[in-house]
């Protein structure tokens, strides 16, 4: 194996390994090579690992790595790496460090001069994506809301007019008031998509307004079980808030010739009442529209 980003030739590699979020088939051959070759798999729960390592006849040894743990332990992993081991790092299922542990001890051996190679593979939240239907050219992924629905709330409102489409990871326990605040913060016609069990037996993939999906979990407990990815379509200004009147464009523009795009469209949002989200992607359009416009005649041909 190589190391060709670290600074000491004698020190091992950490990989970063993905593994299945459910159907073995999806694990690559170099995952399973570099799992087979490394000296050490740190894994965030070993008994779950070690039915996947059993399968497919994988016998490296194993210890853990989890959010207790992975503090204390990160020196431990470093020192195996400084003496020229090298270590692979894998979650219960998916990409490590996605809404799993790892980033400390990643950051920790980064900083410590020692290569880091990512093998990529299954990751459930850009599975649900690829299927969902949702624009896909931009979102954001926000993990998993707050569990207390206060918090959740708060959260949800912040949220509410972002542009992106907007990927959330759920406890089953907890999809259907998720569904129930989503309706009623975001709206009940606001596009969505519930991707559960990913890759498994029961897969399912349900696209529906928020309403309907909320509707359609409450009405089938089968569908408040296992893994759950949740995806809703990015916030849109209503049809009647497109344009803008004359006089919030002067307003705009004016501040937007003496000010940064941030402070103007504050400004603005308070003169005349319009929605700064509104108002702040006018001023981008505005901005990169004044970008491409070839420069002005110089003062010696003004003059000509």
């Known amino acids: 194996m190589t190391s060709s980003d670290c600074t000491d ?18 694990i690559s051959a170099r ?32 210890t853990a790595c989890h959010d207790h743990n992975e503090r204390d332990e990160s020196a431990r992993f470093l020192a195996r790496l400084q003496a020229g081991d090298d270590v692979a790092l894998i979650s219960d299922a998916g990409t490590p460090l996605i809404s799993d542990p790892g980033f400390n001890l990643v950051r920790h051996v980064r900083t410590a001069g020692i290569t880091v190679v990512p093998v990529p593979g299954a990751c459930a939240l850009v599975a649900a994506l690829s299927a969902a239907g949702l624009p896909c050219d931009r979102f954001v992924f926000e993990g998993f809301l707050p ?6 709330q708060t959260r949800l409102e912040q949220l509410k007019e972002e542009v992106r489409t907007l990927i959330f990871y759920e406890a089953p326990h907890r999809l259907l008031d998720c569904l129930s605040d989503l309706e009623k913060l975001w709206g009940h016609e606001r596009p969505a998509l519930l991707a559960r069990e990913l890759t498994k037996t029961f897969e399912t993939l349900k696209g529906a307004p928020l ?17 759950c990815v949740l995806l809703v379509s990015g916030w849109q200004a209503p049809e009647d808030e497109d344009a803008l009147d004359a006089r919030t464009l002067k307003v705009l523009d004016l501040l937007l010739s003496e000010l940064p795009v941030k402070r103007a469209v504050a400004l603005a949002a308070e003169i005349t009442g319009v929605r700064k989200n509104l108002l702040y992607h006018v001023a981008l359009e505005k901005k990169a529209a004044a970008s491409d416009r070839p420069q002005a005649a110089g003062k010696s041909e003004e003059g000509a």
Not at 147 to 152: G, M, T
């Open 211 to 227: 309403g309907e999906l909320r509707a359609w979990v409450a009405a089938d407990r089968n569908q408040q079980r296992g893994e």
């Open 9 to 26: 030739t004698e020190a091992g590699t950490l990989y970063v390994v993905a593994t299945p979020i459910g159907n073995l088939e999806d």
């Open 147 to 152: 569990a207390k629905a206060v918090a959740r």
């Open 31 to 62: 995952a399973l090579r570099i799992l087979r070759d490394v000296a050490l798999i740190a894994a965030e729960d070993t008994r779950h690992s070690i039915r996947l390592l059993q399968h497919f006849g994988i016998t490296t040894p194993l």
